[in-house]
């Protein structure tokens, strides 16, 4: 997705936060998602934001958005080994109303 | 609970040959969608069907073409399978309403001989 952009790789260790960042181009687009993909599964949405929102808060996770600089970030807190996965940060353009862009993912892995 | 299931989870087919992936969601959802997933590419779009017999080009479409005779099934077909359509295939569905979330399956890994 060259719309969205991330890194590929992040490594934390055990009981650490993880910060997994993410820059898009398109100011107007409605809403914002992370998407989290564990080993040999398909997508699953983790979270979403609302483009008229500066954070979002559930649990472990936080979103943080910050329209001006068109960037995104997901904090997950006390990082659990269950946390490895392949997290996707992705759009949804004004645009389009089916259509959402991907980011290539960033790779979380967890040290003991 | 929302189910998007694919026909296969490993396919192995020889270059030529025709090749069908086959997508079955249980929502109603309007909206249907191929993606392929390589490393460090994340997902590309690669077509999608916001209704039955309805289909619009995604980024890379090329190579393939897209079946949508009924609401809750989406087929890919690669007509003439090449080495470098080696890759792991994603069908997702979605209602397009509120926040739009796309629910995925858990892929099809093609590997083109």
């Known amino acids: 997705g060259e719309d969205v952009e991330q890194s590929l790789f992040l490594s934390v260790r055990e009981g650490d936060s993880s910060v997994i960042n993410c820059t898009y181009t398109?100011?107007?687009?409605?809403?914002l998602y992370w998407y989290k993909q564990e080993p040999g599964a398909g997508l699953q949405l983790l979270t979403y934001?609302?483009?008229?929102?500066d954070m979002k808060q559930d649990q472990r996770l936080t979103v943080l958005l910050n329209k001006k600089d068109k960037h995104l970030s997901l904090r997950i807190a006390d990082t659990q080994t269950g946390d490895s996965a392949i997290y996707f940060c992705?759009?949804?353009?004004?645009?389009?109303?089916?259509?959402?862009?991907f980011g290539s993912g960033t790779r979380l892995s967890i040290r003991p | 609970d929302v189910k998007v299931t694919q026909s296969s989870r490993y396919l192995v087919k020889r270059t030529g040959e025709k090749v069908f992936l086959e997508c079955v969601q249980d929502?109603?959802?309007?909206?249907m969608f191929w993606y392929r997933q390589d490393p460090g590419l994340g997902l590309r779009l690669i077509y999608f069907?916001?209704?039955?017999?309805?289909?619009e080009k995604g980024d890379i479409p090329e190579g393939y073409s897209v079946s949508r005779e009924k609401k809750e099934r989406f087929s890919l077909i690669l007509e003439s399978a090449s080495t470098n359509q080696t890759s792991m295939y994603l069908c997702?569905?979605?209602?397009?309403?509120?926040?739009?979330?796309?629910?995925f399956g858990p892929g099809t890994r093609l590997t083109v001989l």
């Open positions: 997702a569905s979605s209602s397009g309403y509120s926040y739009n979330e796309q629910f």
């Open positions: 069907s916001y209704d039955v017999k309805m289909k």
């Open positions: 398109d100011s107007s687009s409605t809403y």
């Open positions: 934001i609302f483009s008229n929102m």
């Open positions: 992705a759009e949804r353009k004004s645009s389009s109303a089916s259509k959402i862009i």
């Open positions: 929502m109603d959802h309007e909206n």
